[in-house]
């Protein structure tokens, strides 16, 4: 392209230009005014001053006259895909998994009918979703592990807006309208400030224009954070679309747990009115941690996307204080040191119970209305207010005299549905409190032998376990004492471990019947919760005695605090932190990060389990390197929940709880919204259509791009300045003339 045009001398700054034009023009006006009487030789005069103000002005100005060679290229045009997971959903209305296709494949194919439609221009697609928009491959390699859950576009356009490249003649953005950002419901003022960053024409293309009949679960909100035991509030949403008969929908808030049937947490309705229904649901979940809970509703018939008919959340559920009850046989010297431990923790709430009279006792009175002592309430406690305590600690207690065996199965219960138990040592417990063959043999973290003898009365020092030196839960015994531990007067009888469970001490010289050294601390899990067994009564001896003053009696307190902590999954005594890697979709990869405490080294075994019914758990097993966290990639999972168990080295397993979902939150609202499409192309200029209809599109005008400049100026200034003489000579002249000096 070849091009001439005209300009004044670049030595000018604009001020000065400006005031040579005023001064011009009012040198103009002035003679006109000065002339308009006159009627000889007026005509000349105007026409000589005119040429002289010209001339001076040009002297002044020096024009130039430029030369342009270069060349044309195409108009840079952006096309903005939307890259959420929503458009994974029916473009027709139909089934997933029907025949139909998907409006993420009515997307691609609209992109290639831009590439047609934008031939001459420098087309640029992009994907756009959360933040900055990201290249879309042109070879349809791109897989639905690459979509995300929002649609902000006003972040895509502001990327765009802040980069340094250049700027687009025109943006394109396919989607179905149901965007992230702009916010539905903004004026016209806002919808421009929020997308009108670029300054330029945005036009959009519509992929769907109807709403499929679709009942879904639309939103979930808590009223504040989750406290295990405290009553927390839901609000769900409920939304039906293309004329769905809804009504009245029924809604359940279910919690999934390892090993069990899911356990409802509550059960309402929602009425529809115009689409949309709402119920406020009151759930209270007892553990702390990472809960996973599923809200669902009845489907009315005609809906065709089941898949958003439920959600799976996981919440992270916070302990105000931790809620413990404490049973003991009798009052001993470790039963007496472990309730003031436990009372002296303003973190616990010590609920305690000591049998300090027989069936068997006489105390000498006409009637129980005169003593003091209640009778044990054991069926009020373990009936009707145990899913109330986060623990259940039973100490040297006989589970038949004091007619805890009818019990014993709801306490099994209790702890797959995630509470804490602890079994502590004495004559009467274990195998001596005929705990033997109870169904709380399943939970414990040690077979339970119901022959005698139950327990040995020699003294001993336990040994600390490979497993127990690893452990974050005796760090601080160990450091306190160096390894070493104090004589115990005797022990209980424990058989073998149970599979999965940890010992971390063991005796030097009982054997159990396989052979092995008899466990005397031991860790395990079951379901939901977590369990220890201590078969001895003589951890006193770390808070006050002759071996405990090496420590100032600090020893008592370490051990407890990390046997609590670890029931109670403290995470200052997990080996490790798990974490899911942005989000668990179902049938997308997932990846776990596994981050290790400072010192727990030993290699990683990861298990993978379902929440519910029992299933063949997912095993990964890998040696990680030196220092910094670890990402396990676990595979693409089916919906629903999943438990994920690491053990770092000889340390006991840290657990995560997690949801993972079909479709998610993109799911949650099935339907397009073409109207905000047409209003954010009406309100930067653009143009709005369908996807069948994208040749209506307008073109930029092409980029011009200059090679080549060259300036000459069109007289040397020596020439103006004469001519402009030779000019105000002949108009003083004229004015001679006229009569006017």
């Given at each position: ?75 840079r ?10 458009l ?6 139909s ?14 194919d ?47 356009l ?23 950002r ?51 509030a ?59 809970v ?81 009778p ?6 373990f ?60 939970v ?32 601080a ?24 469970a ?5 005796h ?12 005397v ?60 890697v ?12 596994l ?11 990861l ?94 005008e ?40």
């Amino acid at each position: 392209m070849n091009a001439s045009s005209w300009a004044l001398t670049d030595d000018l700054s604009l001020p000065v230009v400006v005031f040579l034009a005023i001064a011009a023009f009012a040198t103009v006006v002035m003679l006109l005014v000065e002339v308009r009487r006159r009627e000889r030789y007026g005509a000349l005069i105007v026409l000589t001053g005119v040429m002289g103000v010209f001339l001076l002005v040009a002297a002044v100005a020096r024009p130039v006259r430029v030369a342009t060679r270069g060349s044309v290229v195409g108009p840079r045009v952006v096309v903005l895909v939307d890259s959420s997971r929503r458009l994974l959903l029916p473009a027709d209305g139909s089934e997933i998994g029907a025949a139909g296709r998907t409006r993420r494949q009515v997307a691609l194919d609209t992109v290639e009918s831009l590439r047609a439609h934008f031939s001459d221009a420098r087309l640029g697609v992009y994907g756009f979703g959360e933040g900055q928009p990201l290249p879309l491959p042109s070879d349809g390699t791109e897989t639905s592990a690459e979509l995300v859950t929002e649609s902000d576009l006003v972040a895509a356009l502001s990327h765009l807006s802040q980069s340094a490249a250049e700027r687009p003649r025109a943006v394109v953005v396919v989607s179905d309208g149901r965007l992230s950002r702009p916010f539905d419901g903004a004026d016209d003022v806002s919808l421009r400030q929020a997308v009108g960053a670029l300054g330029v024409p945005i036009h959009t293309v519509r992929l769907v224009e109807d709403a499929p009949r679709d009942a879904s679960v639309r939103g979930v909100r808590a009223a504040g954070a989750a406290v295990a035991h405290q009553e927390l509030a839901l609000t769900i949403e409920i939304g039906c679309s293309a004329g769905l008969d809804c009504g009245v929908v029924p809604v359940t808030v279910r919690e999934l747990r390892h090993g069990v049937e899911p356990g409802v947490l509550a059960a309402g309705v929602a009425k529809v009115e115009d689409g949309v229904g709402k119920v406020e649901l009151r759930i209270t979940l007892d553990r702390a941690g990472a809960r996973v809970v599923e809200v669902a509703i009845d489907a009315p018939e005609g809906d065709t996307i089941a898949e958003n008919d439920s959600r799976t959340l996981t919440f992270s559920v916070a302990r105000e204080r931790v809620r413990i009850l404490h049973i003991a046989g009798r009052p001993t010297y470790d039963v007496r040191e472990l309730r003031r431990w436990l009372k002296s923790d303003e973190s616990i709430d010590l609920v305690a119970f000591f049998i300090l009279r027989t069936e068997t006792d006489n105390p000498r009175v006409r009637s129980d209305d005169e003593l003091a002592l209640i009778p044990f309430p054991v069926d009020e406690l373990f009936e009707e207010h145990l899913p109330s305590f986060d623990a259940v600690l039973l100490q040297d207690i006989d589970a038949v005299q004091y007619k805890l065996d009818p019990h014993l199965p709801r306490v099994a219960r209790y702890v797959e549905a995630g509470g804490g138990l602890i079994m502590v040592g004495g004559p009467t417990a274990f195998g001596g409190g005929r705990y033997g063959g109870t169904a709380l043999g399943r939970v414990v973290p040690v077979a339970i032998p119901d022959d005698p003898p139950a327990a040995d009365t020699l003294e001993f020092v336990p040994e600390y376990t490979e497993a127990g030196r690893a452990t974050p839960v005796l760090k601080a015994l160990l450091s306190l004492f160096d390894g070493a531990l104090p004589k115990m007067a005797g022990s209980n009888t424990l058989g073998p471990p149970r599979p999965g469970a940890l010992v971390l001490w063991e005796h030097p010289n009982r054997r159990t019947r396989d052979g092995s050294k008899m466990p005397v601390l031991a860790l395990g899990e079951a379901g939901d919760g977590r369990t220890i067994a201590l078969g001895v009564d003589g951890t006193h001896q770390l808070g006050f005695s002759e071996f405990a003053s090496r420590a100032a009696g600090r020893g008592y307190g370490a051990l407890w605090d990390g046997l609590v902590g670890w029931l109670m999954r403290d995470p200052r005594y997990e080996a490790a932190r798990i974490e899911v890697v942005g989000e668990c979709i179902a049938g997308s990869p997932t990846r776990l990060r596994l981050t290790r405490l400072p010192g727990a080294k030993g290699d990683v075994e990861l298990e993978l389990d379902r929440l519910g019914k029992t299933s063949a758990p997912i095993v990964k097993k890998l040696t990680p390197p030196e220092s910094g966290p670890v990402e396990i990639d676990v595979g693409a999972l089916e919906a629903g929940g999943y438990t994920a168990r690491a053990r770092v080295g000889a340390s006991p397993p840290t657990r995560q709880d997690f949801a993972c979902e079909r479709g998610g939150e993109a799911w949650s609202d099935s339907r397009p919204d073409a109207n905000r499409l047409v209003r954010i192309a009406a309100v930067t200029g653009g143009v709005s259509v369908d996807q069948d209809d994208v040749a209506a599109l307008p073109s930029p005008e092409p980029t011009t791009v200059a090679a080549e400049r060259h300036v000459s100026p069109v007289l040397p200034p020596w020439a103006w300045s004469a001519m402009a003489a030779l000019a105000l000579g002949a108009h003083w002249v004229a004015r001679r003339r006229g009569g006017l000096v």
